[in-house]
């Protein structure tokens, strides 16, 4: 049946657990945890979040029988059922931050698919898909933008997103650390070059002023390689960040609004 209500990410920020089948459990999302029970492993964990408390840790188990699994988790709850959350929207990306610590050549993944019921055909057609893969070690935070690309023009009803440790494991405990996933317009007001986060760092190169057209949920400074190096909660259209211990060079600043849009911009400490 078709879904008619929208949400964004539901628990994207992974800060609510409930105790579940022998394991915390991420509100929202089916995870391996109930396998893993009966061989007495855990394969998602709570871990440290960039934002706010809390994280999603994925790990790539070995198990009796069955060999080496990937972790893997994905919207939905053992209550309402495993095939995704009510969406609406048409968002160009799924954006979040991530680390990964791949044994040997591993590889983790996200994914997103929209979805709408076809009432005519009797079942579910691709709307928009996307995904993206961590070919390499990521140790420290890092954000990421994956691309939705649309293959039909309605809007959908549906979206799963997935997460997975390991595509084609070799050997057990590649570990996947997931954080504030949101879905993105991409569009930044008045176009990407004319930078719509207005930027002002006081004389002595400590305190980055910022502001926005409008108001803003969360605001980072990123490095030029993308690293997160500060996150901060905003609630209103101007903020304050300390840069002082931050080394001469070009940093980039990402902020999200409620509704999802990203804004972008760019500031030079000398």
Sequence with gaps: MPFTTQAQVPNGSFEDWTWELGSDEPDEWITD?????????????????????SCIVLTTRELPSLGIRASVAYTGSFAEGPDGYPFTGRPELLVGQLKYAPVGTDEASISVALTRWDPVGGQRVVVGAGAHTVQAAVMDWTSFEL???YLDPAAPDTAV??????????APGSVFSVDALDFSTGAAVNGAEAQPIGTWLDAAGEQLQVRS????????????????????????????????????????????APEGLLLRGRFVKP
């Design 33 to 53: 945890n109930l396998m893993g029970l009966f061989f007495g492993a855990t394969f998602a964990t709570e871990g440290v979040g960039v934002e706010g408390a």
């Design 147 to 149: 691309t939705i690309n």
């Design 161 to 170: 997103i997935m997460l997975r440790s390991s595509t084609a494991p070799s």
């Design 213 to 256: 057209p409008m108001t803003l949920r969360t605001l980072q400074v990123l490095d030029a390689s993308g690293r997160v190096l500060r996150s901060v909660a905003v609630g209103g259209m101007s903020t304050t960040v300390g840069v002082r211990d931050l080394p001469a060079g070009t940093y980039l600043l990402r902020a999200f």
